[in-house]
T-cell receptor, first 114, second 114 residues
């Protein structure tokens, strides 16, 4: 079975600083995809970044990067130069090859202070 | 506008009543999903569908029924609502199977069962 673990219920960071949100995963499938979603206070789920299990390089999307360490089964999200608008709930998720569903972690709430 | 829409956005009902949450997507995505979001649990999969007339149970299917007679619609029915079904429900769709396709989420339906 697939499992995602996010051990940080909440994180605080000052504006313009970088922050790392932790995510570890467990799967026996060699092929899988890892995703990060952002959920602001308005409630919608916003896709941020994707990393495939066979990708050699870490994924990047603007200020977001995914620190993928396959041997450790971790897929941490790094947000550089935090902005006030980054304050939100962040979910790590995984999707495998043989089924279509996305399995989510419990999320990390990020607060960015001025 | 193209996208995925849920209705109603807010619903209050009483224990024992039947409730149907609607989900409509305009992308002709094959895969559709229903998740519920509860504090401390992240998003948990209720049901998913790989195509019209093909549905399968997720992690927490008890008390819910789905149907998918048309590709674009995926209604979720609570046959006899219980207080434990008070939650925020998200519908999602994906155009790709396997691990490379992100899910696109609707705005959510907040259901309160009194």
């Amino acid at each position: 079975a697939q499992k995602i673990t996010q051990t940080q219920p909440g994180m605080f960071v000052q504006e313009k600083e970088a922050v790392t949100l932790d995510c570890t995963y467990d799967t026996s499938d060699p092929s899988y995809g890892l995703f990060w979603y952002k959920q602001p206070s308005s409630g919608e789920m916003i896709f941020l970044i994707y990393q495939g299990s066979y990708d050699q390089q870490n994924a990047t999307e603007g200020r977001y990067s995914l620190n993928f360490q396959k041997a450790r089964k971790s897929a941490n999200l790094v947000i550089s130069a935090s902005q006030l608008g980054d304050s939100a709930m962040y979910f790590c998720a995984m999707r495998g090859p043989g089924f279509q569903k996305l399995v989510f972690g419990t999320g990390t709430r990020l607060l960015v202070s001025p | 506008d193209a996208g995925i829409t849920q209705s109603p956005r807010y619903k209050i009902t009483e224990t024992g009543r039947q409730v149907t949450l609607m989900c409509h997507q305009t992308w002709s995505h094959s895969y559709m999903f229903w998740y519920r979001q509860d504090l401390g649990h992240g998003l948990r999969l209720i049901y998913y569908s790989a195509a019209a007339d093909i549905t399968d149970k997720g992690e927490v299917p008890d008390g819910y029924v789905v149907s998918r007679s048309k590709t674009e619609n995926f209604p979720l029915t609570l046959e006899s609502a219980t207080r434990s079904q008070t939650s925020v429900y998200f519908c999602a769709s994906s155009g790709r199977a396997g691990n490379t396709g992100e899910l696109f989420f609707g705005e959510g339906s907040r259901l309160t069962v009194l």
